[in-house]
């Protein structure tokens, strides 16, 4: 008879933006006259930069003739993508990454979930409180994580490292060594960033440790300031302890068109084993490639056009994020993030959890935001709101946001 994952049945709740979006339904179902504005979900919204467009047709026309069409893509990703992300995400950057430690996937969460399958069951997770729940889920479907807490909302087999206003939502080197350590930066939720010294602690850590950083450098795009590492491999010895993973989804908008990748350096070795050849193998058993057509759009991003349009989309969200960091402290909200990132990470007011606040945002304002406590315990009390909305809506949620009583 078969038998059911049961890793499956204990984890907990259902997944944080299905429970918004059930909440915003009832509230819309009852109350068909308002205009909700949505800057919960981390999704995109402005239309895809014509030069990626013009890339996918392209493509497209490539596809629908016999001497140019592509069936299954090499198992990597194609050469033209990896040579580019090379070129430009890494040896403009004094990164010494090659092309073949490139995996072209069709995303960062589909990487982020599955990298664990590379480690052994019983390494043991540190992870980032308040974290993007992918990393934590996944490993507790692998049956990683131990027994669930639902008082507390944490696992008995996951270190988990604080991110609070204490220490600028950056977490410190844990007490309890870990096997496997998930960083992000600039992070999902909070908006903060490490500098290069304080990631460099981090590698070094590991390197001394032998645990494996994953990283995930999904916000990339969005740093602003100097002295904010755009690359783990821009620390020395990355490259003998992390793993990093990248998306198109928010630098160019590919939410729905979906490409990301992930790098496993020939160096990195767990237990004299190099993980480039398991990650590999994973590729070509388990997956058959992201789209020809995705991976051209991929590469038009590094284009000359693709590199000016997607700077001014960015900076189209960031200064929405500009705008709402300033509204939201004028109005006397304790927030942070914003600078380096598209979410603006605020206090909630007063003694109101985060729940709370989503409930009274919602009836009152009719603004969507994302409750912090989905992010873990130390999420509890804070809340985060995104700048990947259109500008007009972003102006008219922090309008209303301002009005009302708390
Ligand atoms: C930190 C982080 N990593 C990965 C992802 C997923 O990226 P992708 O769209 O490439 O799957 C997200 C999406 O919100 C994210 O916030």
Redesign the pocket.
Known sequence: MAKVNENYLKLPGSYLFSTIGKKVSAYSAEHPDKKIIRLG???VTQPLAPAITEALHNAVDEMGKAESFRGYAPDLGYEFLRSAIAENDYRVRGCDISADEIFVS???????SNIQEIFSLDNKIAVCDPV?P?YVDSNVMAGRTGVYDPGAGTWSNVIYMPCTADNSFVPELPRETPDLIYL?FP???TGATVTKPQLQQWVDYANKTGAVILY?A??EAYISEEDVPHSIYECEGAKTCAIE??????NAG??GV???FTVVPKELKCGGVALHSLWARRHGTKYNGAPYIVQRAGEAVYSEAGRAQLREQVAYYMNNARYIYDGLKEAGFTVSGGVNAPYIWLKTPGKMSSWEFFDYLLEKGNVVGTPGSGFGPSGEGYFRLTAFGSYENTVEAVGRIKTIQV
């Open positions: 979900i981390g999704d069709d995303g960062a969460k589909c990487d982020c993007y992918v992000c992070n999902n939720p995930d999904a916000y993973m990248r998306s198109f989804s928010k590919f939410t979906r490409l990301g």
